[in-house]
């Protein structure tokens, strides 16, 4: 991981220009190597975010790029700024959006549970207010909420 501590008095902008501008021609060198620090750092946190599919295509689309003032990082795979950050999830093909509730309903389409018996309950027409259960026993199962 990189670690900086960095104090500064005075004009900070001033301070952080000098401080480049001391590497000379080798701020290059200097802003690739951050860059290539910053991918490394990214790669490894996505593929200790438990190794599932996702996150190893999205520490597979990691790119770097430097310039002589800038070390930039891009992830250009799709839904790692949603997982982070959060937003509206929206199904592709369908009208509702199934997700699973348990482990054991992962990778599964709802169709195929017919033999469980399930019912939906929940708000009508409210969008992640209604679940796909069924009863065990005498208790009630949810495994997904649409």
Known sequence: ?????????????????????????????????????????LRNKFLSNGGRSFWQDAASSIFKSN???????????????????????????????????REEFRGKNPRELTGKGLFVFGQARAAGKRFLAYNDGTALRIILCS
């Open 67 to 101: 310039t002589d003032t800038t070390a930039s990082v891009v992830v250009n795979k799709p839904g790692v700024a949603l997982q982070y950050y959060g937003g509206t999830v929206r199904p592709k093909k369908a009208r509702n959006l199934a997700i699973p509730m």
């Open 1 to 41: 991981m990189l670690k900086l501590d960095v104090k500064f008095s005075g004009n900070t902008k001033d301070r952080i220009e000098a401080l480049i501008n001391v590497f000379g021609k080798k701020r290059g060198v200097l802003m690739g190597k951050v860059a290539k620090r910053l991918e490394v750092d």
